[in-house]
């Protein structure tokens, strides 16, 4: 069937497709930076184009499926099922096989990175990075969790110790390569769940990272890159790295925005900062001296910094006018947009409390939605 799909040129496609390749696609057009409709446009195109007789894809037990392709394709394709003597849910198959083919998932190139930061304390950037890594390892990401906080929040509260001063850890890598002696892959950490299916993992925070700032300090390399080079040879494991910040506007921070900023040839919103904020006025005055830090280095190196977008935490609209007037003033910035508003509920204490991922613990409440919001708006990007 076929119906126009409003504020646009486009028609809806609905049909059927088995699960596995609902999966893969969305999986694959995420890590390609690619919106879903467009990769089934293209990927219906190529297969009216291929000449070959291509081999059947078994679509037994095919679920529902929907996307809208540009106008007058749909029925082409139903023309060229028709001739070529295959069902619908054939074509559909053998067109996301053969986008898969020609899209393999190593051809995204770089590795998107997010940091979650704001200098302000008790914002909820933990709880933000934890659910935004969760909600992206759910929906099929290989992700990394980077606690680069020295207190340690994020790691205890997923229920691993910090690594201790003097051991080989994160900083090690970015101050004392000299002295590494195994790959920084080796210190990550599975987080257990069984909506993650192995893609999460996080790199504990490391004790003396209380000492980062002023090792940086003497540091005999370009200190903002510091971050950046020691994390390099994670980037090929995973989708997504996303960083937890330190509540600081030091050179750790430096080292961490530089880290976010775009790299050459990466598209405009694929990496970039999510800065956590409350609906009340301190929380305004802490993102506009983030925002001059954010200035000062994109001039003086030159770079590209992007803002992905806000999350308003821990909102309670029975908090009365300041709550309400804030959140107001929020989304009315429009640049970065406002990515989500979490609720101030008892589910994300209570995962804390029991040491377990939000989304493994409490994957219907309000705050896990919208975890998965944050992630559609970075996806979207």
Known sequence: MSSPNSGAEREKLVSKLPAHLQQALKVRAAQLQTDMQDAVASGIQAWRDCPDELPAVNTAGADSFGTYLPEGLYEDFKADCRHRGVSYIQGLAQSVVLWLADNPAGS???????????????????????????????????????????????????????????????????????????????????????????????????????????????????RHAALERAIAPLEEHFDVIVVDSP??????????????????????????????????????????????????????????????????????????????SSLDKWKSLGTPPVLAVVPDVKEQREAVRKQRPLLDYAPDCEQSHQMRQIARGVKIA
């Open 108 to 222: 995204q190139g770089i590795t998107r990175r997010i940091v979650v930061c704001n200098q302000k304390g008790g914002v909820g950037k933990t709880a933000v990075s934890a659910g935004l890594a969760e909600a992206l390892a759910e929906d099929g990401l290989r992700v990394l969790l980077v606690d680069y906080d020295p207190q340690g929040h994020l790691t205890h509260q997923l229920g691993l110790t910090a690594i201790p001063a003097g051991e080989e850890s994160l900083i090690t890598h970015m101050l004392h390569r000299e002295l590494v002696k195994q790959p920084l892959l080796d210190l990550t950490v599975a987080i257990e769940g069984n909506r993650f299916g192995g893609r999460l993992r996080i790199l504990p925070a490391a004790f003396d990272a209380f000492l980062l700032d002023s090792g940086l300090t003497m540091f005999r390399g370009p």
């Open 247 to 324: 509540p600081s506007l030091g050179l750790a921070m430096d080292a961490a925005l530089t880290f976010g900023r775009q790299r050459d040839e990466e598209k405009p919103g694929a990496s970039g900062l999510i800065i956590p904020v409350e609906a009340e006025d301190t929380s305004a005055q802490a993102y506009g001296m983030l925002i001059q830090q954010i200035d000062s280095l994109s001039r003086d190196f030159d770079i590209s910094i992007e803002q992905l977008g806000l999350v308003v935490n821990k909102f309670d609209s029975r908090r009365g006018y300041i709550a309400t």
